[in-house]
């Protein structure tokens, strides 16, 4: 059963980015001023949030290649995202699971991103990293001259108001271009995102890249496992990557 699309509508996207103890090695010679000053990550990742959340996603063109699996249920396509075009003219459906989409594909994929953009607006990416990420709560696990990775607090609403708790945080900065580069939420113990449904397994990891002064989705990935009813099993994956970027308006 498609969980996903009811409780987890603006989140796409799981590969993780690897981490090794040695992007964390330390040194003598090691700046260490997070760890000296816990009010300075707090003001850092909160500019980092502003630059992310004032980045005009919507000027600029790319590829977006999807993976979803459903209970074994398995779609893939390739779409493509133009700003200069109008209304859902903006977006192309090149390929569906490997093939040309026919006309029905071509007339449902319009029909969908028609009802998004109704619902939505222009916007083409909806996460707000201002409601899910508790600045306040930010703790420093590591620090390197080139990164720090730090733990919060979550916020999900759309996975119920039991979750909060039950879910961690962890983000990785990159210190030298001044941006998030990943994101990655876990849950800790089961939850109920809805009534009868349980989530025995989550995670979702957000991963971005920087082009000049812009920050733009790279990959997202979900994987969620449980149960709904008592008898029905969940097994959902995705993942989204971006690519080809390129600015077309200014």
Known sequence: ?????????????????????????????????????????????????????????????????????????????????????????????????????????????????????????EQTFHIKLSEIIHVDSLVL???SESLLRANFRVNLSQLGDTATEKLSGTLLFNKQQAFIENIQIVNKEAFSPMFTAKITDFSLNLSFLKIDKAILPHQHALSMNGTFAFFTDIDEESLDTYSNYQIRKQ
């Open 141 to 143: 696990l590591d620090e």
């Open 1 to 121: 059963m498609k969980l996903k699309s009811s409780i987890l509508v603006v989140f796409l996207g799981a590969t993780l980015s690897v981490i090794t103890t040695n992007s964390f090695a330390k040194s003598e010679s090691e700046p260490k001023k997070y760890q000296q000053s816990p009010e300075l990550l707090k003001q850092t990742i909160a500019k980092a949030i502003r630059d992310f959340e004032l980045t005009p996603r919507e000027d600029w063109s790319y590829i977006v290649s999807r993976y979803e699996s459903e209970e074994g249920d398995i779609t893939r396509s390739i779409e493509q995202y133009d700003p200069l075009l109008e209304g859902t003219q903006k977006w192309s459906l090149l390929s569906k699971n490997g093939q040309m989409p026919s006309q029905t594909e071509q007339q449902a994929f319009k029909d969908s991103k028609r009802e998004k953009l109704e619902k939505k607006g």
